[in-house]
């Protein structure tokens, strides 16, 4: 596993669910990790990203959008972007 990557399960419902932590780290990093990340997980896990590099408020949705998962929510925190992100599977 990636520095800065932790998997975990959900509370709960047992969803597998994952954390990058990108802060500091210019593009294309996040992009880079998060994919990473989502590869590891099954369909269904969660994703959480935290990057602090402002081209990632772009760059993480069109991850999202171009490999087909579901962005469930993007906020920012201060100088930190932080994204949820749900794993689907792969178009056929």
């Known amino acids: 596993m990636a520095s ?3 998997t ?3 509370a709960g419902d047992n969803v597998p669910v994952a954390t990058v932590d990108a802060i500091g780290l210019n593009c294309p990093m996040p992009v880079l990790l998060a994919r990473k990340a989502l590869a590891k997980l099954p369909v269904g896990g969660r994703l959480t990203v935290i990057a602090t590099d402002p081209l ?3 760059d993480i949705p069109n ?3 171009e490999d ?3 962005l469930v929510s993007q906020r920012r925190e201060g100088d930190r972007f932080i994204f949820e992100i749900e794993k ?3 178009a056929s």
Do not use: I, Q, T, W
């Open 56 to 58: 990632a408020g772009l």
């Open 88 to 90: 689907r599977a792969p």
């Open 68 to 70: 087909g998962h579901v």
């Open 4 to 6: 800065g990557e932790r």
């Open 8 to 10: 975990d399960r959900g």
């Open 63 to 65: 991850l999202v959008r």
